[in-house]
């Protein structure tokens, strides 16, 4: 497995000292304008300068995560969607010219969403939560109320898009989904919110390319059975990346957790991912911020990080798994 850690931007930092200090040696990157002050990477030589950035401070730029450009006039099916969707496939071509081969993507119009994040957890450190009570008293946003149909309309387009281009290239592109997983937030509809959901997503595409980033922690919000659906994904080579991370709850209301204090057991589950030879990229997701940290980025702070790459290289190391 390719032990990694998500970048924003390519602006080192003493993050970057620390992941090398801690052996990790495979970057993930989102690399939106909004972070780097460049073009998007459907520009080739923005997207080549950052990978050469990556190399320089001892990293391998392997994958790319999150929404690289404005995404909502494909998600949402607006004017404007082909002109968007032909620079997507640029930044695809151009990620398989660079040996850039994998793309966790999402289609969350309303993206990642929390209503809390400042929750105390063990030692007062602070997590991320959602409860539908407060969800549902946020205003719709400025596109109005959109349907669940609409949406699983705009991602099948989207997939017949770009599924080829990404096959061509040699891209794995790993799906997201929902977090939180609940079927509306701000009038518009989520669809990736159960494993059923999934597997017709998964059905709309026989691509090789087309699989998952399978978000251990929304899933197990979900109250799916995780390692029966490892098992399932898996054996179909589905399984494109692996986010860990633990959760707290039920979709209607939930918090984070460190990955040793919630209700998975997190060592079997690294041991199942080695039963069906998932050897891609995996990272800790979603980490506590801690004492003498700002919370200014909740989920992402760099001490929930170095307790969370250190616990799953500890699992790693007991379980015999490789981190190549």
């Not at 690399?31 to 950052?50: Q, R, V």
């Not at 010219?97 to 793309?103: A, H």
Request: glycine share 10%; charged share 20%.
């Amino acid at each position: 497995m390719k032990l990694s850690f998500l970048f924003f931007s390519d602006k080192p930092d003493v993050k970057w000292e620390l992941c090398r200090q801690m052996g990790v040696k495979y970057a993930i990157a989102k690399l939106a304008p909004e972070l780097t002050g460049k073009l998007p990477p459907w520009d080739f030589d923005t997207l080549k300068a950052s990978k050469q950035i990556f190399a320089n401070n001892g990293f391998d730029l392997i994958g790319l995560e999150g929404d690289q450009m404005d995404m909502m006039r494909i998600k949402l099916g607006l004017p404007g969607r082909d002109e968007d969707v032909a620079l997507y496939k640029k930044m695809l071509e151009n990620m398989g010219k660079l040996g850039i081969n994998l793309l966790c993507y999402n289609f969350m119009a309303t993206g990642w969403f929390r209503t809390s994040k400042d929750i105390q957890e063990r030692g007062g450190a602070l997590v991320t939560g959602y409860d539908t009570a407060d969800g549902e008293k946020l205003p719709f946003t400025s596109y109005g109320e959109i349907s669940p149909e609409k949406i699983w309309d705009n991602y099948k387009w989207f997939i017949n898009q770009v599924m080829p281009i990404a096959e061509k290239a040699g891209v794995k592109m790993a799906l997201h989904p929902d977090d939180p997983p609940v079927s509306s937030l701000q009038g518009i509809g989520r669809v990736l919110i159960n494993a059923g959901a999934i597997r017709k997503a998964l059905s709309m595409s026989a691509s090789p390319s087309h699989g998952l980033t399978f978000c251990q922690g929304t899933y197990v919000t979900m109250g799916e059975n995780i390692p029966s659906l490892i098992e399932e994904f898996g054996k179909q080579g589905k399984i494109h990346f692996v986010h860990l991370r633990d959760v707290d709850g039920k979709p209607e209301h939930f918090r984070e957790t460190f990955h040793d204090n919630g209700p998975t057991n997190m060592p079997e589950m690294l041991k199942l991912y080695q039963q069906i030879g998932f050897n891609g990229p995996l990272r800790s997701d979603h980490v506590p911020t801690m004492a003498g940290e700002a919370n200014h980025q909740p989920g992402y702070g760099m001490s929930g990080n170095l307790f969370g790459i250190g616990y799953i290289k500890g699992m790693m190391d007991t379980l015999d798994i490789q981190s190549i």
